[in-house]
């Protein structure tokens, strides 16, 4: 991982423990690479990240291919401090690298017909033993979308680093979606193609159980996943053996800043 | 007993060396001491309550799938593991106490609110608590008195109900993760096959005679 400066940004949470670089960098979901927590840290090493590009296109008027070093050269880095909610009940404090996904959208020009952002991972089944399996636990590649203006939300960033330096591999090296105030598994790993569509892009975990896992996904504690409560969450390295639980915020604490983004929508129903 | 046991082994052309029992109790407390051992000390990883949890629950179904191939092993390879049955049927359910305990006390904190909530809205901690429940009776007949008490059939038509424990705890687990992940479907499967192999055998018994009687 080589170092990024990066500016402080007053959108960080400042008020949290950070959790540590070993606990995030060794504990998350990545199924390209494996169910198991551990799973990520221990085989992301296999996928190459270098050299990287991002293709963005759809529905703009300047289509582009960005290499992701001149994305990291051309954009203002800031540090963004977030909570990260996991949809399995667990959080951490993170603080990522990045830059506002907002500037690279309005870079390519939207045109008026661009409703949705549609976020595709890279499918490299070679270097990725998850692609490979038989019985894939999800559809490949992952995909992701929020609609235009979530897209466009100030803490919607592209992190291309956390503390400090560039991306662990295994973290979703080397550009990748982060979106606070919804459940983790929206934030998209190694992107390699965002594109601007008119209607609602297809999400993996919902392609995989629609009725646990919506296009939304906002943390949600009043909101249960049909299996498990979402009302408290463990925070990771707080407590070990004798976790507490916390309670959950309503958009995972962001609601001051992204709760208008859904004023008069039914959450219950658009989960 | 144990000469008279042997001596059967050796018949069957499998002269297994026997242990104590205790030692299958002691070997059988090894995960569970480690764990918890590993578990004060900081060393089950990032989320070491959930690791625990996890752990000891998947131990209580090894050794219910363990109790489960005592009779396949004797049937198929004149193996002869019997004596042991009792013992591993035990560490089943202490595992599965301990795998409750630490949900009820570590992960949810006593929080009884929180775990009625769980246990009828969340089928698979309804699932879950129910093998529990189909366990109790199981253990707390797992002695000498109680079989007699009881008379051989009626016991052994109680343990039955280990059937469906193991359905439980096979269902229990593949309900709790995401998507279709190949661990629990690899229990499930065993799950699947130790009862399939019963119930082959016991319409074959149905069908066919029995030698003795032709």
């Given at each position: 991982a080589a170092p990024l400066s990066a500016a402080k940004s007053p959108l960080s949470a400042t008020d949290e423990k950070l959790t540590s670089l070993e606990d995030v960098t060794h504990y998350n979901n990545y199924y390209e690479f494996g169910v198991d927590k551990t799973a990520p840290a221990a085989h992301a090493h296999t996928l190459k990240t270098s050299p990287w590009t991002v293709k963005v296109d759809g529905l703009v008027a300047k289509p582009a291919e960005y290499a992701v070093e001149d994305l990291i050269k051309n954009s203002a880095l800031e540090e963004r401090i977030y909570r990260m909610r996991c949809v399995e009940g667990w959080s951490m404090v993170i603080p990522w690298v990045g830059f506002p996904l907002a500037d690279l959208i309005k870079r390519v020009e939207p045109q008026g017909s661009a409703k949705y952002v549609a976020f595709e991972t890279v499918y490299r089944p070679p270097e990725m033993p998850g692609?490979?399996?038989?019985?894939?636990?999800?559809e490949w590649p992952y995909v992701e979308g929020l609609r235009l203006d979530e897209a466009m939300h100030p803490l919607?960033?592209?992190?291309?680093?956390?503390?400090?330096?560039?991306?662990?591999?295994?973290?979703?090296?080397?550009?990748?979606?982060?979106?606070?105030?919804?459940?983790?598994?929206?934030?998209?790993?190694?992107i390699t193609r965002i594109s601007f569509v008119e209607k609602q892009p297809a999400t993996s975990w919902n392609l995989q159980a629609p009725d646990e896992y919506g296009f939304y996904a906002n943390v949600n504690p009043d909101v249960d996943h049909p299996r498990w409560s979402q009302k408290t969450e463990r925070r990771i390295g707080e407590g070990g053996l004798f976790v507490k639980r916390r309670p959950t915020l309503p958009f995972n604490g962001y609601g001051e800043q992204v709760a208008q983004l859904y004023s008069g929508m039914d959450l219950r129903k658009f989960y | 007993m144990a000469g008279q046991a042997s001596a059967q082994g050796a018949k069957r052309g499998f002269a297994l060396p026997q242990v104590p029992k205790i030692a299958i109790y002691i070997v059988g407390f090894i995960p569970a001491v480690l764990l918890f051992y590993l578990g004060v000390t900081n060393q089950l990883g990032a989320d070491p309550m959930r690791y625990l949890e996890q752990a000891l629950g998947l131990w209580a179904l090894r050794f219910l799938i363990a109790t489960l191939t005592?009779?396949?092993?004797?049937?198929?390879?004149?193996?002869?593991?019997l004596r042991y049955r009792r013992a591993i049927g035990l560490l089943t359910f202490y595992y599965a106490a301990l795998h409750l305990l630490t949900y009820l006390v570590l992960d949810q904190g006593l929080d009884f609110e929180a775990i009625w909530a769980d246990i009828v809205k969340r089928p698979y901690i309804t699932v879950g608590m129910a093998t529990f429940l189909v366990l109790v009776p199981l253990a707390v007949t797992s002695n000498n008195v109680s079989i007699r008490r009881l008379g051989g059939q009626a016991w052994a038509r109680l343990h039955r109900l280990v059937y469906f424990a193991a359905i439980g705890a096979a269902v229990h687990f593949l309900m709790v993760v995401k998507s279709w992940p190949p661990e629990p479907?690899?229990?499930?499967?065993?799950?699947?096959?130790?009862?399939g192999y019963r119930l082959v055998r016991s319409l074959i018994r149905k069908i066919v005679p029995k030698r003795r009687a032709a």
């Open positions: 692609q490979q399996s038989a019985f894939p636990v999800l919607t960033i592209l992190a291309v680093g956390l503390y400090g330096e560039t991306l662990p591999n295994q973290n979703g090296a080397p550009i990748r979606l982060v979106v606070p105030w919804k459940y983790g598994f929206k934030g998209i790993k190694s | 005592i009779s396949p092993l004797r049937q198929i390879f004149n193996i002869n593991l479907m690899v229990y499930a499967a065993i799950v699947t096959s130790l009862l």
